[in-house]
């Protein structure tokens, strides 16, 4: 087994199981698929997993919400860190609202990070945890946050996000194992207990926390384009100017790259003007149903 199928099949959460968060149409027959191509990428046999996993892929619409769960596991048994990578980032992107694409940013994260790349490894860290409120692998992703935070020798905030990670751990046994054993430096560090380390959570800029079920909410358009880098270079460009943005695939096929989640129209009004005067453009509100 190679090592990047190593660290693909290894790292973080369980790699057959299904998302806490996984929706209706994540059928019994897609959950068995995925442990099947695991199982057959474990075993040695690569080319047999990514060809079952390219023939469902084929048969599928990519507007299927079972296709998200297909990248993903393509992503699973790439048998290279680069065709993983691909795979999991056109999940984060182009399906940003599936139950996927937080799992996709953590292994982004983890494969960043087992490259050295820490930089990039906190970036989609962050990603997760002011993206996705929710989440219920945020303190895995707090959990990496904190490991890249010590190696760039920052020892306060690799701290706060180890407390973090042991906090929302979510009854993950091993997860709070590793992070208490980190936290082990951290009463010198912080000067208290880890037990009383302060919130490592940070609200998204532009947001105001998840909203209701079937509730309308009011987010800003900032552009619409036609491919996942394009997509992926937009959003890098507003977090460089502080902004918090995600993706909404559209039935028309075009990422629509959006800023906020507003319950407030006027809210979202005051944010459009703000776009216009700083960034220029033609930023628009738009409704989404929860």
Same mark, same amino acid.
């Given at each position: 087994?190679?090592?990047?199928?190593?660290?693909? *099949?290894?790292?973080?959460?369980?790699?057959?199981? $299904?998302?806490?968060?996984?929706?209706?149409?994540?059928?019994?027959?897609? &959950?068995?698929?995925?442990? +099947?191509?695991? !199982?057959?990428?474990?075993?040695? @046999?690569?080319? %047999?997993?990514?060809?079952?996993? !390219? #023939?469902?892929?084929?048969?599928? %619409?990519?507007?299927?919400?079972?296709?998200?769960?297909?990248?993903?596991?393509?992503?699973?048994?790439?048998?290279?860190? +680069?065709? =993983?990578?691909?795979?999991?980032?056109?999940? %984060?992107? +182009?399906?940003?609202?599936?139950?996927? =694409? &937080?799992?996709?940013? *953590? @292994?982004?994260?983890?494969?960043?990070? $087992?490259?050295? &790349?820490?930089?990039?490894? @906190?970036?989609?860290?962050?990603?997760?945890?002011?993206?996705?409120?929710?989440?219920?692998?945020?303190?895995?992703?707090?959990?990496?946050?904190?490991?890249?935070?010590?190696?760039?020798?920052?020892?306060?905030?690799?701290?706060?996000?180890?407390?973090?990670?042991?906090?929302?751990?979510?009854?993950?046994?091993?997860?709070?194992?590793?992070?208490? #054993?980190?936290?082990?430096?951290?009463?010198?560090?912080?000067?208290?207990?880890?037990?009383?380390?302060?919130?490592?959570?940070?609200? =998204?800029?532009?947001? +105001?926390?998840?909203?209701?079920?079937?509730?309308?909410?009011?987010?800003?358009?900032?552009? $619409?384009?036609?491919?996942?880098?394009?997509?992926?270079?937009?959003?890098?460009?507003?977090? =460089?100017?502080?902004?918090?943005?995600?993706? #909404?695939?559209?039935? &028309?096929?075009? *990422?629509?790259?959006?800023?906020?989640?507003?319950?407030?129209?006027?809210?979202?009004?005051?944010?459009? @003007?703000?776009?216009?005067?700083?960034?220029?453009?033609?930023?628009?509100?738009?409704?989404?149903?929860?």
């Amino acid at each position: 087994m190679t090592r990047w199928l190593m660290v693909a *099949l290894g790292l973080g959460v369980t790699a057959g199981a $299904a998302p806490l968060t996984a929706q209706q149409d994540a059928s019994t027959l897609q &959950d068995s698929l995925m442990r +099947e191509a695991v !199982r057959l990428a474990t075993e040695g @046999r690569t080319d %047999s997993a990514k060809a079952l996993i !390219r #023939f469902q892929l084929d048969a599928q %619409s990519p507007l299927n919400p079972a296709y998200a769960q297909l990248l993903f596991t393509a992503g699973l048994v790439s048998d290279t860190a +680069e065709a =993983a990578e691909r795979y999991f980032r056109q999940v %984060s992107i +182009e399906y940003s609202s599936s139950a996927w =694409a &937080d799992r996709s940013l *953590l @292994r982004l994260a983890q494969l960043a990070f $087992a490259d050295g &790349d820490l930089s990039d490894s @906190r970036r989609y860290t962050d990603r997760v945890l002011l993206d996705y409120p929710t989440s219920p692998i945020r303190g895995e992703a707090a959990f990496w946050a904190g490991r890249a935070e010590f190696d760039l020798d920052n020892p306060v905030s690799g701290c706060r996000y180890m407390a973090q990670a042991q906090r929302e751990a979510r009854n993950n046994i091993e997860l709070e194992n590793q992070a208490a #054993f980190h936290l082990q430096r951290c009463a010198a560090v912080l000067g208290i207990s880890p037990q009383d380390s302060a919130e490592a959570d940070s609200a =998204a800029a532009g947001g +105001e926390g998840p909203a209701e079920p079937n509730q309308t909410i009011y987010a800003v358009q900032v552009a $619409a384009v036609s491919t996942a880098a394009a997509a992926d270079a937009a959003m890098q460009a507003l977090r =460089a100017r502080g902004y918090t943005a995600r993706v #909404f695939k559209d039935q &028309d096929g075009l *990422l629509k790259v959006r800023i906020g989640q507003f319950t407030r129209r006027r809210d979202a009004d005051a944010l459009a @003007r703000e776009l216009r005067s700083r960034l220029g453009g033609r930023p628009f509100v738009v409704e989404e149903k929860q």
